[in-house]
């Protein structure tokens, strides 16, 4: 003898077929409105290497507005260069911030250069300074030395003051995660 479950009972004949097909209905009506956060970081890669951005935008905001410093170093890209959202200096140095503070290497460098022109935050070559410092420091070597030129061609227009200040401030930030 085979014995059902209450379940089995329920979904059972033309009635169960109904609550079935339902519930499937109900799913396929559901499924638009899961959050894009539930897509990944690779997913919003693939996007923005398919340079589709604004896909890869819809998938970075909800990961970057999570804390996620990937997503914020690519979100701060789309808005420095108006890829898939509207340019936006400002926009864009405040993701580029989020990450850097985080520890992101890349959004250190991007940071750094909106501080050496001025872009989105106030110019302070000091400031720009501190994070192409850092940005160079924790850059794999493949991008170490093209990072350090650019760092040294900023610190050219320093004076040995502002050098200082610079590599003070550097030393003393350390990065803190977004919880």
Not at 28 to 44: E, K, N, R, Y
Not at 75 to 103: H, I, K, S
């Amino acid at each position: 003898m085979t014995s059902f479950s209450r379940c089995d009972l329920e979904f059972r004949g033309p009635a169960g077929l109904l609550r079935r097909v339902g519930w499937a209905i109900a799913v396929l009506v559901l499924l638009p409105a899961i959050p894009v956060h539930a897509q990944s970081l690779g997913q919003g890669m693939a996007a923005f290497q398919r340079q589709d951005y604004v896909a890869a935008s819809r998938v970075f905001i909800p990961l970057a507005e999570r804390g996620n410093a990937a997503a914020q170093s690519y979100l701060g890209f789309l808005f420095e260069t108006g890829r898939g959202v509207p340019q936006n200096y400002t926009e864009a140095a405040m993701w580029y911030r989020r990450a850097a503070e985080q520890g992101d290497a890349r959004a250190q460098y991007s940071l750094g250069l909106l501080y050496d022109r001025g872009f989105g935050v106030p110019q302070d070559i000091v400031e720009a300074s501190k994070w192409l410092n850092l940005s160079a420091a924790a850059s794999p070597p493949r991008l170490r030395e093209a990072r350090v030129r650019i760092r040294d061609a900023v610190t050219t227009k320093m004076t040995r003051g502002e050098i200082a200040e610079a590599r003070l401030r550097a030393l003393e930030w350390a990065p803190s995660r977004e919880r």
